[in-house]
Structure formats: C-alpha cells, structure tokens
C-alpha cells in the first residue's frame, strides 16, 4: 500500500499566501488578508517584551535629517493667526481640511485665559525653606469655643425672621408648580435627542416662528455650536411666514442675515414658500463636502415652529407625524430627501431662560388643555394683540378687562355652565388654542437701526435671494400695519410699494431653480425605488 494522503493540503490551504489560484471565478484571500488573519491568531512572546539588548543598536541613517525644514518667523506667524482669526468669525468662509492645519500653532496662547500661580504668590513664599505660612483666621481655635459659639447662634436664632428659609419655600413651591406643565422640553431625554441630532448633523437648520423669531431662538445652541462644533454649518429658518406682513419677513430676513444665512419658509405640501431656495443651499452644502457619499441635515428648534412640517414640504408627502400642538414628536428619527442628503428630524427643546409662565405658555411650549388655569393667560394675549383684531376674530366688541372679555365671549359663544355661570376655563383654552394655531393676526416688529435687537457682527452674511412678494399672507391685517415699513407706508402705488419690499429682500426667483432640482431628485428616487 502507498502512503495516505494527508487530510490537509497545506500547498492549496487557504492560509498558504503563496498558494496558486485556480482559474475559476470566485473571490480568494490576498496576502495581505491572510496576513492580518494570523496576526489574530498568533501569540505574542512575552519573554521578549521584557529582554533588554545585549549588543549596542544602530539606527538607519536616512537622508531626511539633512533636508531644509520649514520654519517661520514670529512676525508672520502672528500675521496668519489674526488672518486666520479673521476667516474663523466670517460665517461666509469654511474651512474644509482643518485637520491638515496645524491648529494649536495657530490659535494664540495668550488669548485663552489660563489661570497664573506665581502672580498670586511667588514660589520662594509657597515652598523651600524661607515658606510664609499664614495662619488661618479662625471663629475658635479649639473645640470648646466652636461649642460655644454654635450654641450661641442656637439660643439667638428665631425662625420667622430667617430670610433664606422663607426664600427656599417661596423656590419649592414655584419648583412645584413649574414641574407638572410649563417644564416641557427641558427633560433629560429630550436634551440626549438633541445632542444625538446635533453630533450626526453636517449642517444644522433652526427653525424659528416668524411671529417671534427673537423668542423662538436658542442662543445656547448657537453657543454651543460655536464652541464645540465650529466644523458644522448653522442656517436659520423662518417658518410661518405667511402669518406676518411681507415686508416684517423681508426685515426679519435682513436683521437675522448678519449672523446666520437665514431663509423665509412657509411649510405646506401643496403650496410652499421657499422649498427651491433651502433645496438650493442644502446642494450648496452638499459640494462643500463633496469628500463625504452624504450630508445630514438636523432641524432644531422650540415646540411647534413646524420642525416636521418642513420636512415633510421637502418630501412632497407626509413622512413625519405632524399636529398643531407642541410635543407631537417624541424622539428623533431620519428621513431621506435625496442620495446625498438626509434629514433628520428633533422633538422640540426648551432652554431655561427665565421666561415668565405665560411667556412660555404663548410660546407654544405647553399644550393649552393640559393647563389648570389658563384664564391667566389671556390678559397678556389682550394687551399684545390690537383690539381691533380680536374684534373680527370673536365679534366681542369693547371690554374692560380680561374677565370682562372672556365672559362676553362665553355668553356668545354659549358656553355656560349651571345657572348660568360662563365657564370661564373652556373659553381660554380656545383662545390659547386660537393663539397657537395662528388665527389670532400678532407679529412681533422687526427692529431698524435706530432700534435694533440682534448686534451687528464684523462680517455679515450675504442674503439669499427670495421673491418676499410671492408671499401670500393668509392673515388678515389692517393697512397700517400691512404698510408698517415707513418707506413702504409712503409708497404711492402698487409697483412702487413691491419694489420697495424687494430692495429690503431681493426679487430673484430662486424657487424655479429648486422646483427643477426638486423634479430630477424625485426621478433619483423614482430610479432608486425602481432598481
């Protein structure tokens, strides 16, 4: 009998990198993937790890140590970083390979605050031998005297004279009452999905209510974008802007422009205001990062500002769950416009700026059923909307107060309770609901330059082009505060007016560009969906 041939063929064995490849298709392990495989498999010698060497070691010469280094001087060291600086705080400039930069040579180190020891106390004082050691002031020294003078402040103390005991109650109980209802949006949770949002995001949009945009803002996520993230890209969205006058959407476009490239947005499916322009800029954004298959685009902003409505004006469909009440979206979640960009959508975030309770109940934040008493809220929706328009919304007609108002409007309306009574309760909650749904006509005036809110930065930011009179306003405001823009009140005709609007905007239609780049990428998805 002749030999047994082995079970295991270690000339053709898939582990031999010299190993001949047979001439069928298929796909077959490199050298190099065999190498990395026995490197997970292999143990390394320990004894080796502690050996020390014998014999005297030579480095390799190489001809690198001889060449020119680069260097540069002080002067235009200094020169590049306020250059450098100057690029940083310009929102209109990117810069792209930031890891190729050396960026600690390039930030000032006497810029940043450090804290210095040695101008507090010097070193011979703090250590060695000639050490000052001062002796620390003291009540008591001793055990005896910090008994007696504990039992001193004990027998002096009265409690109905304490002020910080009275202080900590009046805190508990306004603490109480804030937790139930008017705390929405500050949760642990709801934060967590906003950093998430906030890390996977290229370009973050906020999103802002055109009748407060001031309001609405967060300017601790601005800050903290600046911070932390100076990489990614932040746009400001003003939605609703088909609650407000025309020429207040061109202002406020013109005001937020100085810091942030901002966008006019009316979010509705069948008639959208400004889809072309933001389809636009996100392809902007797409070609700066054309190094990465896709961009994600975050939208953030307070509850109820239309975050998921304007995704779903992008889509053309209804992709998010949307409702007008805040708190409808509970955790963030991605949706796809296109190969390259993905949206992704937040539930609203509330950061705590000391707003008064209505403050944040006619902010939107909090859903009017879930109040106990929103009767005290009204009186601050009389005192900031016109009399005249809460006389065409209800019919009311004059009052004297807010009682008055809302006892009126219940006998109108019918809502009594037993013998009689107006039920107070359910006719606020309308109101609110009224308020929130933007059939009240309010809108907060955008400043001008002798009276201005948002501080005027070194570099402002290009506007981008949006035709404000294709605008249709769905409020209906009176002439004096359609026409409220002094230059524009003074108009003599209807074309001299929309001129007016346009040089406070600009009249370029930027929508029929994104109509078409709309089209091409539902025909990609159409193909997509097809393959």
Known sequence: MGKKRPAFNKVTSSSNPDRPLPNAPGHFRTKDTIKRLKMYTDKPNKKTFYERPTTAKRI????????????????????????????????????????????SLLRDPTSTPSMNLLTTETFQDTFGPKSKRKKPKLASYDCAGLLASAQTKKESYVEEKDPELAKAVTEDFKIAAKEQVLLKGQSTRIWAELYKVLDSSDVVIQVLDARDPIGTRSHYVEQ???????????????????????????????????????????????NSFGKGALIQLLRQFGQLHSDKKNISVGFIGYPNVGKSSVINTLRK???????????????????????????????????????????????????????????????????????????????????????????????????????????????????????????????????????????????????????????????????????????????????????????????????????EADKKDGDEEEEEEEE
């Open 224 to 270: 903290h974008l600046k911070k932390n993230a100076r990489h990614k890209h932040l746009v400001l969205l003003l939605n609703k802007c088909d609650l407000i006058p025309t020429w207040a959407t061109a202002r406020w476009v013109r005001v937020l422009s100085r810091e942030y490239p901002t966008l006019a947005f009316h979010a509705s499916i069948t």
């Open 317 to 515: 469909k209804n992709v998010c769950r949307v409702a007008p009440i805040p708190g409808e979206t509970k955790v963030w979640q991605y949706i796809t416009l296109t190969r390259k960009i993905y949206l992704i959508d937040s539930p609203g975030v509330v950061y705590d700026t000391g707003d008064s309770d209505t403050a944040v109940v006619l902010k939107g934040v909090v859903r009017a059923e879930r109040l106990e008493d929103p009767t005290e809220h009204i009186s601050e929706v009389l005192e900031r909307v016109k009399p005249i328009y809460m006389d065409r919304t209800y019919g009311v007609g004059e009052w004297r107060d807010a009682e008055d108002f809302l006892t009126k409007m219940a006998e109108k309306t019918g809502r009594l309770l037993k013998g009689a009574e107006p039920d107070m309760k359910t006719v606020a909650r309308t109101i609110l609901f009224d308020w929130q749904r933007g059939k009240i006509p309010f809108f907060v005036p955008p400043p001008f330059d002798d009276n201005t809110t948002v501080p005027r930065v070194k570099h402002e930011v290009p506007l981008v082009k949006q035709p404000f009179k294709a605008i249709v306003v769905a409020a209906d405001f009176t002439d004096q505060d359609q026409h409220a823009h002094p230059e524009v009140f003074e108009a003599k005709d209807e074309e001299e007016e929309a001129a007016m609007i346009d040089d406070l905007g600009e009249d370029v239609d930027a929508d029929e560009d994104g109509e």
């Open 60 to 103: 390799e010469p190489n001809k690198k140590w001889f060449t020119n280094t680069r260097s540069v001087d002080q002067t235009k060291l200094e020169q590049f970083r306020e250059a450098m600086q100057n690029h940083l705080e310009d929102p209109t400039k990117i810069i792209l390979n930031r890891q190729q930069l050396p960026m």
